[in-house]
């Protein structure tokens, strides 16, 4: 079927586009070496040496390595420059391409629609799936390119050759807009960057400039066909991401396949429902649509107003209905969203091009071997340097305990005590109040925690100031407001045990990665949470166990799971560090899940 639904658009804005074609050329000097921003926090931790009881004692793991620890710089919580923020010989991770990896036979262009890129345009996991899959793609042969607005954020030295390549118009509002392309190189993968001459995308962050950013995206996802249309690209697919490109295949196929793009087929990934992209019959009118044609259930009404704001339309929606495929990012979370809330009748009613793929990581990003800002490298058959960046860590932050180094021994007490992290965004999905509650009950096991995130709600965001203000002078916790690539990387590294106690989460990256290196899972039953943790007292699941699980919203359910796994760190060595050999080894790579794109995308193409 060439297409989901046909529509009617505005005739009078159909106007061939006016394009200059610019000679390729580098126009901001790239430099080979950068400087990573600093953030403007500031720690606030205790100078001088903590205690803990002796009650906090337990069997002693082996705590020798062969690791030159007298070479290492050991970090101070009083130093002018954070750890985490020195300069770093360089980002991101080699475009070469995995020997190891096979060709796909019948070789596709991919071209990714998206909001978020890791790491110049990352605010949540959506910036590391785009990149992870978009590299893995690459690596089997096929030809993958990346369409981002060019925010006036994006540090313009991340990006390898980058140059203006084309000058055009692109509509919006009654007026076409001036627009320039250029195309880089981030992480190996070539990237097409949106710049257009009015106020979209100007700010110091990636979302929340002083412009409406749902007419942002309106325009970027009509400036994307543009471009393909004013430089005759014909891409096999254009996978488009979230309610940001959600009026992509709505454009697409009621005014794009009608004038020159004939061969692209549309996927969607919703990466979290809970963001639906609301917009108004004239917001979506400014994009050339006719927004009133698409106020019908079986089209874009948000499900949610029929009846008393029959003119409120969903972006998200509208994507669902006249995308080729729908996929959503865990097999649990597709049962979890047929089942419940407001798109569930419009999923069900597209059920037959509905698909549940769960996310990988990138593991040449994430590589506890290779990773750049790890003070120490380790691995599952050399997993000594764990412990020296989890003291690394807590001599930076302030939380190393009593004890001195020996030779190459480190305090027996820094292995004793376990070191739980949580890396998230600081909203209501991700159980605020579980994440709170576990700074007091860590804390009461006589363990350390470490919270990095940022909140989005000023709300939120006093009440985890405040918590910081508590716990931050203390020897146990540190709330860290901020986000920092650097930073998390090396927490990750650091961590005894990753806290996901979400309310809900489609796929979740953060158990992923700290499996990576080394940090056992203690995450709450659903969606691709479900899918990847298995409960290590679970004796069904047992060859699969690697965590601890529990499925209750309620405080008393989060301290069955974390006295468990404090339990098995402190009386079950052997056990334990068989748990960390286990996770590290697991394959939640990109390849797999790629190959399940791939399939997803020759089952809707078509050959012209």
């Known amino acids: 079927m060439e297409c989901a639904i046909m529509g009617k658009f505005c005739p009078l804005i159909l106007s061939s586009s006016r394009i200059l074609m610019v000679e390729k050329k580098n126009v901001l000097g790239i430099r080979d070496k950068f400087k990573f921003c600093s953030s403007k926090f500031k720690i606030q931790a205790l100078e001088a040496e903590t205690h803990l009881s002796s009650e906090v004692g337990a069997e002693r793991r082996g705590s020798s390595t062969d690791v030159g620890i007298g070479e290492l710089v050991w970090p101070s919580p009083s130093d002018e420059i954070p750890f985490w923020k020195k300069d770093f010989p360089s980002w991101g991770v080699s475009p070469e391409v995995p020997a190891d990896i096979n060709k796909d036979s019948d070789r596709m262009h991919i071209i990714h629609v998206t909001a978020e890129m890791a790491p110049i345009a990352k605010v949540g996991g959506l910036g590391d799936v785009v990149t992870g899959l ?65 106020h979209f995308f ?19 996802s009509r400036a994307c066909l543009e471009w393909m249309q004013a430089t005759g690209a014909q891409p096999d697919i254009i996978h488009v991401h979230e309610w940001q490109a959600g009026a992509l295949p709505l454009l697409y196929w009621d005014m794009y396949h009608y004038l020159s793009l004939k061969k692209p087929r549309i996927v969607l990934t919703i990466h979290n429902m809970e963001h639906y992209g609301e917009c108004s019959q004239e917001q979506l009118s400014k994009s050339g649509l006719d927004g009133s044609i698409y106020a019908t259930i079986d089209k874009a009404i948000d499900d949610r107003t029929i ?11 509208g994507g669902i209905v006249y995308s080729n495929a729908v996929v959503t990012v865990s097999p649990t979370y597709l049962k979890e969203t047929l089942c419940t809330g407001w798109l569930a009748s419009t999923l069900l009613r597209n059920r037959d091009k509905y698909f549940g793929v769960l996310n990988g990581i990138d593991t040449a990003m994430w590589n506890p071997a290779t990773d750049i800002f790890l003070p120490v490298k380790f691995n599952a058959q050399k997993p000594e340097g764990k412990k020296l960046c989890k003291y690394y860590v807590q001599r930076g932050l302030g939380l190393a305990l009593e004890g001195t180094l020996d030779g190459n021994h480190l305090p027996d007490i820094t292995c004793k005590v376990p070191l739980v992290v949580c890396i998230t965004r600081l909203v209501p999905q991700k159980g605020l109040h579980l994440i709170s509650h576990a700074i007091k009950h860590v804390e009461e096991l006589g363990g350390q925690m470490v919270i990095l995130g940022k909140a989005s709600d000023v709300r939120v965001e006093r009440e985890f100031e405040g918590l910081a203000k508590l716990h931050n002078q203390g020897p146990s916790t540190r709330i860290l407001l901020m986000f920092s690539e650097e930073l998390s990387h090396m927490l990750y590294a650091a961590a005894d045990m990753v806290l996901v106690p979400s309310m809900y989460e489609p796929c979740g990256l953060s158990q992923m990665i700290g499996m990576r290196y080394g940090a056992v899972p203690v995450v709450r039953m659903t969606g691709g949470l479900a899918d990847t943790v298995f409960d290590v007292d679970d004796q069904s699941n047992h060859d699969r166990a690697n965590g601890f699980v529990f499925e209750g919203i309620d405080e008393g359910s989060l301290n069955w799971a974390l006295d468990r796994a404090f339990a098995h760190y402190r009386e079950k060595a052997d056990e ?21 794109y791939v399939e997803i995308y020759n089952s809707v193409r078509v050959r012209l």
């Open 202 to 220: 100007k700010g110091q962050f990636v979302y929340g400039g002083s412009y409406n950013e749902l007419e942002a995206y309106l325009f970027f």
């Open 134 to 198: 978009a590299r893995a793609c690459l690596s089997r042969g096929h030809a993958v390119e990346i369409m981002l607005p060019f925010y006036e954020c994006i540090q313009k030295q991340q990006i390898k050759d980058l140059a203006l390549i084309t000058t055009y118009e692109s509509y919006h509002g009654g007026n076409w807009v001036p627009t320039n392309a250029y195309r880089g190189e981030v992480s190996g993968i070539p990237v097409v960057f949106i710049e257009p001459s009015n």
């Open 576 to 596: 334990w560090n068989g748990i960390i050999g286990k996770v590290m080894e697991v394959d939640n790579s990109w390849n797999n899940t790629a190959g399940k």
């Open 307 to 317: 009846g008393h704001n029959p003119e409120r339309l969903s972006l998200l929606k």
